[in-house]
């Protein structure tokens, strides 16, 4: 779909830097179509882009090499992580080198007394997870696919959990990185907080490889809960499911994760995943505290939810029926797609003002209405943000280009009620038409100012986040 | 102390620069000697730089016009708000145009249901909250001072209640801002969360007007806590009270403040507030919650701090009982210059691990002791973070300079500790000589070209954050 130019026609790489890059890396380059086409697509619906070749990283001090080579050399470079990316952030729209970190994949420290650990990129949330095991700490954020953590901060990830814990910006107190000419810079460091100088690490967080490429970085960690417990509960409306989260939220419980799913939603789980949950828009709920708390909080959201016409609020407090809840939920992107086989997704992403969700959702789903698209919702709706999953046949043009159309009308929706066009995917290559009108001119010459001075030559990812001048 | 140049010998205001400014604000524009010196001294210890000239600005629009105005003649020019800054941020030590926005001092927009309200930057924290009061919301971050919001965003401003709300970073989620040139930029938004390209919001904050003059700023809002209770508790030791609040953290107790005092800040404490607490490291606590929660919690610090040693343990719920008690801990920098009658103080503000915050207390304490300074230590401890109220007489130039190699070891010492040499008070004039050692050189050079791409005359708040090249 909105395929941009692929890399046919572009100049191809310079031999010097070839020889260099093969003489140094060994069978860890490769110009080979099969790893070029691997790495030149994400999960977006965008037509693959290949890079002219691929490397694959083990430090710090290799990405520098290789970006010192691409700098003298004026080659475009793009980090590569779990490629799990869904705005065509990896398209190498303008050819180059593919820097894949997957390999640089080692959690360095963990340190119980701070609540921090140092990890490489490509260390995945669930691999810092499992890794965590036994330390009674955990890394919150969640945005579903286990992504590696340089990719989560490249892109400002976030998911279910930000409610309570925030997204990457929050989470990430520091980090080593790669500059456009090989430098490397260290920015934040392991105070939890400091008034020292221009917050470099917020910077090149979301910056979606475009300032720089993360090779090392310290992110929070948090007690495990004593107690978890969840719940879900069904609404006769979409207000009054966000009235209830306005409420939750309003008289400061401090709800772990809140997620709203529409009634096509639900359908595609109970046939998913065998429940017989009711198909009505509705609310899944986690609370993290202490056995009596949880129990507490649990109470005071089911009252609310009864004020609101909630119904069937079911409560959850043994691991299984916690997982199988959860397990629906996260299985829900799979589910949707089961809704229309041989589908895919094209996902929108606007983030509103809580206080104009209701509206939003309720205008999206008239425009979806009046189209003949087949598009379930699901909200991480304690911060605004929800997703339309378009579920388009990839061989049917008009659907496909239905689909483009409605979404940007959402955006123009979701901008027009001061939201945004992204709360957690990027801007990457798809959302880029959108910055000016987002941002405004004279922010967007801001952003523009900032990447000329750190990559003059616009090697870094180039294409991405800001629309062509 | 450590004077710099007074503005005497640089050159004058451009005559077409004042006439227009004079033509367009009228008594609103001034060159008096009493203001002047009013605007060129903040709460630090550093002898006064005043501006050349002070503009009473009243709106976005006029900070846009003078800045046009003070770009076209290459005139510096620097934001004032309540002048309550501590490392020398309005000193106007290359001279220019101090722009006071104290009188931008409306709260435009509460939106309860947002939890967020938009302000003009003269907007103290006392005034919002008491403008919060009936909607049954608060703005958490409390430095002490009845700072302007506006000065808050720019120093990255923290206080008591950080461990839980986080800093200014965390609390801001949009801003206008008026660059250089005089053009306007707005950065952020209103969304809970956005991956919409660079994080604007989060380089201005921090960013102590020398990359633009906030003139608005959204920030978030909480719901009053149904119930607070408070604790103090004295301890055997400093590394005691540090084992309690650690172990607090780890097991997820959502402590809102807890703040350390030593033997001496307790001394000051008992004669100031006529107050009878053991003179002894301790603990203040205070806990947010739900009446059965905020007890739970309390019990569970109790029993922690029990096996540390904790002493006195006492618990106030009662209104007036938990004032009492953070009465006297908001009135600690008055009580610690009330020990020495006569003294102005040097405040220090390192941030560390906290694994590390009772070996960086205590080898300040041993430094203290081999000295003839008299300093109180009170600190942000869930952050790691503290302060030695270093008490010297201004006239006495052996003792301030005593006091002043005695800061700088402690923020050497807090730098090999991976720690920074400013927790929340900021940079300014006084510790820009630790940029390079706490950043590297490298990342300073980075920080270097975002000044130069935003600023390339260098006219805002010149001399301040970047060391002189």
């Not at 650990?117 to 009674?136: I, Y």
């Not at 939750?248 to 359908?267: M, N, S, W």
Request: hydrophobic fraction near 40%; include cysteine.
């Amino acid at each position: 779909m909105n395929a941009p130019d692929p890399v046919a026609g572009k100049a191809p790489l310079p031999k010097p830097l070839t020889e260099a890059l093969a003489a140094r890396f060994g069978k860890r380059f490769s110009t080979s179509d099969a790893v070029r086409l691997q790495h030149g697509k994400d999960e977006s619906s965008y037509a693959p882009a290949p890079p002219d070749a691929v490397v694959f990283a083990e430090s710090t001090e290799e990405v520098s090499a290789i970006a010192a080579l691409c700098h003298a050399h004026h080659v475009p470079m793009i980090a590569y992580g779990t490629g799990t990316s869904l705005e065509g952030h990896l398209l190498a729209i303008h050819g180059g080198v593919c820097i894949d970190i997957s390999a640089m994949n080692r959690v360095l420290c963990i340190r119980g007394e701070d609540l921090d650990a140092t990890v490489q990129p490509g260390v995945t949330r669930k691999q810092l997870n499992a890794e965590l095991h036994d330390t009674g700490l955990f890394f919150p954020i969640d945005p579903g696919a286990d992504a590696s953590l340089g990719g989560m901060a490249a892109t400002r990830a976030s998911g279910t959990n930000a409610v309570r814990y925030g997204t990457m910006r929050e989470n990430v107190l520091g980090m080593t990185v790669v500059l456009a000419d090989g430098s490397i810079i260290k920015t934040g460091g392991r105070a939890r907080k400091s008034s020292a100088g221009y917050d470099l690490t917020r910077l090149m967080i979301g910056s979606e490889g475009t300032l720089g490429i993360i090779t090392e970085l310290t992110v929070r960690l948090y007690p495990i809960p004593e107690a978890i417990s969840s719940a879900v509960c069904a609404f006769p409306n979409i207000e009054a499911a966000v009235n209830t989260v306005i409420q939750v939220i309003q008289i400061g419980i401090p709800i772990a994760r809140i997620e709203l799913l529409d009634a096509l939603a639900l359908k595609g789980i109970n046939r998913y995943s065998k429940t017989s949950l009711r198909e009505a828009p509705t609310l899944f709920f986690e609370f993290h505290g202490s056995p009596a708390n949880v129990k507490e909080q649990a109470h005071s959201v089911a009252e609310i939810a009864a004020t609101h016409g909630g119904m069937d609020f079911d409560w959850a407090t043994r691991p299984e029926d916690r997982s199988r809840l959860w397990q629906a939920r996260h299985d829900a992107y799979y589910a949707c797609l089961g809704l229309k086989p041989g589908s895919r997704a094209l996902t929108t992403d606007v983030c509103v003002p809580i206080s104009r969700l209701a509206d939003c959702i309720n205008e999206t789903v008239a425009d979806l209405e009046a189209s003949q698209l087949q598009a379930p919702i699901v909200g991480h709706v304690g911060d605004g943000n929800f997703h339309v999953v378009l579920l388009v046949d990839p061989d049917d043009a008009s659907e496909v280009a239905q689909a483009h159309v409605f979404s940007n009308r959402l955006v123009e929706r979701a901008l027009g009620m001061e939201g945004t066009c992204t709360g957690e995917h990027g801007i990457g290559f798809g959302k880029a038409r959108y910055m000016a009108q987002e941002h405004g001119v004279a922010a967007l010459t801001v952003m523009r100012a900032i990447k000329h001075a750190l990559d003059p030559d616009n090697l870094m990812n180039p294409g991405k986040i800001l629309p062509s001048a």
